[in-house]
């Protein structure tokens, strides 16, 4: 099989010629270095690139304006009920959003009373990849689900605060959210997308719970899936965090496959668990974490983890990675190299 071909198998929950190896991304590493394309060789990557042609939540016609105060930068939206505002500040280290565009719900008011014209994707990045990795591993063209908006739109606090205070304000923000991205992930397919990696979920799980998961996630999130199976692409989903109260939901989203089902303590996967709940409906992707276990332990010992959650998750249904994170470098590179060796040998 070609590692394309072995990702695909995995994905509709069947047996490949051996378990998928799937870094997320190419980490830290360089398209153009040899090293990167003895890596891709060896190992079977999931890796996702935007998809462009502008915001499908707000839409073409906000007026915006940019300036700067110091080390400052303030965007200034123009609604037409009142202006709105988003504000970064840089350091010699980082740029942080300090102030986010919505404080509360009257503020969702006024998001969805604006005129809202749709863009059109462009995915021309997608393509352009796709055909420079060919064969060797999987590109998806990432993308936000409905509550990325919300997630977005509000601080950490006050996005926790309006589920609290004014559930409905956020059900129809997510609402409208998705009704929008149907219509975006349509165009995407019918211009040749044919997989998506979904991120968003994270958000109701960690923050807000499983009730907020049910409604701001399986139900809108389950739309768009069956938008993407429909054209025959490959859905994807990406949820950090404590992820076994969510596997009946996610099970019944239509999902081809989810990633990371970190370990404890990072996360609550109880791999076995998980396995039996998820056999032959969505496939497992995961779960070494990348900095804590890829990019510090021993070969030995990455190599034992590798036997074990090949024997509890695999051999159908799963692609053995990290933690999606795509933060390691060469050495975590080396280490899933390792892990390809021991998926041959499990064959």
């Known amino acids: 099989m070609t590692s394309r071909e072995r990702i695909e198998c995995a994905f509709s929950c069947e047996t490949p010629d051996r378990v998928p190896v799937s870094p997320f991304t190419l980490g830290h590493l360089s398209l153009d270095d040899e090293f990167t394309w003895e890596f891709i060789r ?4 999931l890796t996702d690139t935007g998809i462009g042609g502008g915001n499908p939540f707000l839409g073409n016609n906000i007026p915006v304006d940019t300036t700067t105060d110091g080390n400052r930068t303030i965007y200034t939206y123009h609604f037409p009920g009142r202006d709105l505002r988003s504000v970064f500040q840089t350091t010699d280290i980082t740029t942080g959003h300090i102030e986010f565009m919505c404080k509360n719900a009257d503020d969702v008011e006024v998001l969805l009373s604006a005129p809202y014209e749709p863009p059109e994707p462009d995915v021309k990045w997608f393509l352009d990849l796709k055909e420079r990795f060919g064969d060797e591993g ?6 936000g689900t409905a509550l990325c908006w919300a997630a977005d739109a509000f601080s950490p606090e ?7 205070d004014a559930p409905d304000a956020m059900i129809e923000m997510t ?3 998705n009704e929008r991205l149907c219509v975006w992930y349509e165009k995407a397919c019918q211009a040749g997308v044919d997989g998506f990696r979904l991120c968003g979920g994270e958000y109701a799980s960690t923050q807000l719970g499983p009730a907020a998961f049910k409604v701001l996630c399986q139900g809108p999130d389950r739309e768009v899936t069956s938008i993407m199976r429909e054209h025959g692409a490959w859905v994807y989903y990406h949820n950090h ?3 076994m109260r969510y596997l009946d939901m996610m099970a019944d989203m239509g999902l081809h496959a ?3 089902f970190e370990a404890i303590p990072w996360g609550d996967c109880r791999m076995p668990e998980a396995k039996a709940t998820l056999k032959g409906k969505v496939c497992i992707v995961g779960n070494l974490d990348d900095m804590e276990v890829l990019e510090k332990r021993g070969i030995d010992e990455i190599k034992a983890a590798g036997r074990l959650l090949i024997e ?3 051999p159908d249904g799963f692609c053995l990675g990290g933690t999606a994170s795509g933060t390691y470098g060469e050495r975590g590179a080396r280490a899933f190299m390792a892990l390809a060796d021991v998926a041959k040998e499990k064959a």
């Open 42 to 45: 060896a190992v079977d990557p």
């Open 138 to 143: 999987m590109v998806l063209g990432g993308s």
């Open 158 to 164: 006050d996005f926790c605060l309006l589920w609290a």
């Open 175 to 177: 609402r409208v959210a």
């Open 241 to 243: 965090g404590p992820i």
């Open 258 to 260: 989810v990633d990371p």
């Open 312 to 314: 509890e998750a695999g």
